[in-house]
């Protein structure tokens, strides 16, 4: 859509306008803050183009105008600025991510409750498994005359291990034997495949032989499990109804039944082409979405995983800020899983 400049810079400020102050946005106000010496007539017919083109709409009880869905578009991909993060933020974020020394969850879960609290939006944090994943190869390794380590790769390349202990000796060729038919029977299956699998082996295994057989597949099927899972935190629900667009409980209800702590991870939007991913109104397929916003980041965990984080809020967000914000987060989250470095930051807001 081509837009003479001084339309982008009335609708940039309208935006700007309602994001801070959530009201319909009128000529006067305009006037003062594009700075142009331009009639509030002027400025009146420039709004009526916008409003005709879709950009805006007029609130039947208000002269003012406030953006719409496509407007909010335009200004995403056309009108916004770049976010410059202060160093007080960075360091928050930093502190919440030195939380991987410790574990994962305790990393998603305060990292969504960081950038909630910096946005004053609800947050959400997930990590997301990959949807297929099989057994490449197992290895049992003798470690005394009644304990051997059962070693398994999948198809990712992800190593696990666990060390067995058996009531009972067990000798370096029944070992032997053992692996010999995991290997040829239970590798390259996915996990809805493996149950049925070890119940036609204990057709023909001995009960001792099952037993030991049941105990290394268990553990390979704990394996898999939890590369596929996907685990959500939320944060900050709290704040919905501190926006005027939410003060209504009736209003708010859907949404927050949408974002609840029991939620199917599966509902939340996952960014697909891009590391992240904004999505406007009507843009988002959820019926509880369809009157918000939804920002979303995607980073690297490592073992064939990925985490997202986002926010979700009324059309009118801060889209620059957030965008910066989550950009940071989840570019820390990669590095840090990565390689155990936190991102380089602090560079004040021009």
Known sequence: MDLTERKKRILRAIIESYIQSAEPVGSKAIAQAIGM????????????????????????????????????????????????????????????????????????????????????????????????????????????????????????????????????????????????????????????????????????AAGEAYGLISLVVSFAMEVLESLEQRTVHTSGLAHLLELPEYRSLERAQPLLSYLSEDADPGRFPVPQDSPMNILIGPENVADALKNTSVVVASYDIGDGMRGVIG????????????????????????????????????????
């Open 37 to 204: 010496s331009v009639s509030s007539a002027t400025i009146r017919n420039e709004m009526a183009d916008l409003e005709s083109l879709g950009l805006l709409e007029k609130p039947h009880t208000s002269a003012g105008r406030i953006p719409s869905s496509k407007g909010y578009r335009f200004y995403v991909n056309e009108l916004m600025e770049e976010h410059k993060l202060s160093l007080q933020e960075t360091q928050r974020m930093n502190e919440a991510l030195r939380l991987k020394i410790q574990e994962l969850d305790r990393v998603l879960d305060q990292a969504g409750r960081v950038v909630s609290q910096l946005t004053n939006y609800p947050a959400f944090a997930l990590t997301s498994g990959m949807s297929r994943v099989t057994i490449r190869r197992f290895d049992l390794l003798m470690v005394e005359h009644n304990a051997f380590i059962i070693v398994v790769m999948t198809d990712t390349n992800v190593v696990r291990n666990r060390l067995i202990r058996l009531p009972s000796d067990l000798t370096e060729a029944q070992l032997q034997m053992l692996n010999t038919l995991l290997n040829a029977t239970f590798t390259g299956l996915p996990l809805n495949e493996i149950t049925p699998e070890l119940m036609r082996v204990a057709q023909h």
């Open 311 to 350: 926010v979700v809020g009324p059309t009118r967000m801060d889209y620059a800020k957030i965008t910066a914000r989550l950009s940071y987060l989840a570019e820390g989250l990669s590095r840090l899983f990565g390689q155990g470095e936190l991102p380089e930051g602090g560079n004040e807001k021009k």
